[in-house]
């Protein structure tokens, strides 16, 4: 049932016209033709030309957990949907919202027992803000309102989002930005002066960290915004970084708000990523795992000691956080339950540990003496290759040569999705992946990269 040419190139001149595809240009829908996506399943989608993409990235941007075409997650947004599928929280609360809340409270020892729920990562990082803000001011220190990023941060695309991240072409596009947003340096191993180990590594980011926060004054800071693991780069850091970042927090009344939206829901081989640091952050964000992309659903998740310090200021209280039309959506948070039932019944935060394990190794293995290959890393099905001119001395290709984005162009045309951030290869495949998949993954990646380098 193959469409013709003719029917393709109609339908991408009008998706050009109609739909304004982000971050992709129109000349690129025209050369690539789209592509059009038609069907998926599991970890395969496929295009109006019949072809088949392996998908090394849960459906392109971390959202499909579960693969493609799940009939149990659809049965049960049907059975919801033809139930109650939506009202409003202002009128009503709802059952679904209130079960997946007491679960998400329930996946780990961390005390995160509030979730604000709301529609996308960039939604839950607002409402994150807005917490933090909400929190200090109950505690009379409304002047505790600025937001620390981190360079290479990514956290959405709202204004806050927006603010948040370090995009150059937002930050000019989209200028001004939101005020009150500060950005210190990020923590990156691989990139760390020649003489240190990693733990000292870590120990001077903090140090670093602090320092800013000392230069602009704790006063004025309500939180910062960090992930337990940057997806963008797979910045997997030393042990003791969050530890300390943790202690400074602690140390100048800062909450931290771990942006779990990429790497949260089983994607580290942990339900969350900062559990593999001995750390709670003060509010986690969620989104894309949440319903495995199934339906759009994020989440603000805080410490019974933030929504108790909240709760307890009458004057403001939460009323100040603002609440969205399609806040606990009931068909959302049933999607929601439902691939926290898969995953649970599956195992599959155990699977991605495991399966990503053997992928990391195996790159490891390949890559050991490769020239241009600097580093292999990652945590569970969250994978990074980063590629650079000089292995012996990390130096890397000059911007302009592109070579990430090259590798990224030719596995899609090999049919198999993978990432380029810069020159960071990267690979977020479905927590179903089985061990046949993973091969395959390793040896497609492997191919984009041995025809390009
Ligand atoms: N935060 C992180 C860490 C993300 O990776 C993303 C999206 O990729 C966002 C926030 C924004 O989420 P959304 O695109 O759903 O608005």
Same mark, same amino acid.
Request: aromatic share 8%.
């Given at each position: ?21 982000? !971050?992709? #240009? /129109? &000349? +690129? @829908? ?9 069907? =998926?399943?599991?970890?395969?989608? %496929? ?11 849960? !459906?392109? #941007? /971390? &959202? +499909? @957990? ?9 049965? =049960?947004?049907?059975?919801?949907? %033809? ?13 679904? #919202? ?356």
């Amino acid at each position: 049932n193959r469409a013709s040419d003719e029917q393709i190139e109609a339908l991408v001149e009008d998706s050009i016209r109609y739909v304004w595809r982000h !971050g992709v #240009s /129109a &000349a +690129a @829908t025209r050369t690539g033709r789209g592509p059009l996506a038609v069907s =998926a399943s599991g970890v395969y989608v %496929t295009d109006m030309d019949g072809n088949e993409y392996l998908d090394g990235l849960s !459906g392109g #941007s /971390a &959202a +499909a @957990t579960l693969g493609h075409g799940r009939v149990d997650v659809a049965d =049960a947004v049907h059975a919801q949907m %033809t139930t109650l599928h939506w009202v409003s929280l202002r009128t009503f609360i709802n059952e679904p #919202s209130i079960e997946l809340g007491r679960r998400l409270a329930g996946l780990t020892d961390a005390d995160l027992q509030t979730s604000f729920f709301v529609s996308s990562g960039s939604e839950a990082v607002e409402s994150a803000t807005q917490l933090a803000k909400s929190f200090h001011r109950a505690r009379g220190n409304p002047g505790k309102n600025m937001f620390l990023y981190r360079k290479t941060g990514y956290h959405g695309t709202t204004l806050v989002g927006a603010s948040a991240s370090d995009n150059a072409e937002f930050r000019t596009w989209f200028a001004p930005l939101a005020p009150g947003f500060a950005e210190v340096d990020a923590c990156y191993p691989y990139r760390r002066p020649d003489h240190m180990t990693e733990e000292e590594y870590g120990d001077a980011c903090a140090d670093a960290l602090e320092a800013t926060i000392l230069d602009i004054g704790p006063e004025r800071i309500a939180g910062i915004l960090a992930e337990a693991i940057p997806a963008a780069l797979v910045l997997v850091p030393p042990a003791n970084y969050l530890r300390r970042l943790r202690e400074i927090c602690d140390r100048h009344d800062i909450l931290w708000i771990d942006d779990e939206v990429f790497i949260g829901i089983g994607r580290t081989g942990r339900w969350f990523g900062f559990e593999h640091f001995g750390v709670t952050p003060d509010i986690v964000t969620s989104s894309k795992g949440i319903t495995g992309g199934y339906v759009p659903l994020g989440a603000a998740l805080a410490t019974s000691r933030v929504m108790e310090t909240i709760y307890g200021d009458q004057a403001s209280g939460q009323a100040k956080v603002s609440g969205h039309t399609y806040a606990a959506h009931p068909t959302a948070c049933a999607a929601g339950i439902a691939v926290l039932d898969a995953i649970e019944k599956e195992d599959l935060v155990g699977n991605a540990e495991r399966v990503g394990e053997w992928m990391i190794a195996e790159f490891a293995r390949i890559y050991a003496d490769h020239p241009r290959v600097g580093d292999v890393r990652g945590k569970g099905l969250l994978i990074g290759i980063e590629l650079v001119q000089d292995a012996a001395t990390r130096t890397p290709f000059p911007r302009e040569s592109g070579v990430g984005r090259r590798v990224m162009d030719r596995a899609m045309e090999n049919l198999f999705m993978l990432r380029a951030t810069g020159d960071v290869i990267t690979l977020f495949p479905a927590l179903v992946t089985t061990m046949p998949d993973a091969r395959a993954m390793v040896s497609a990646t492997c191919r984009a990269i041995d025809e390009v380098l």
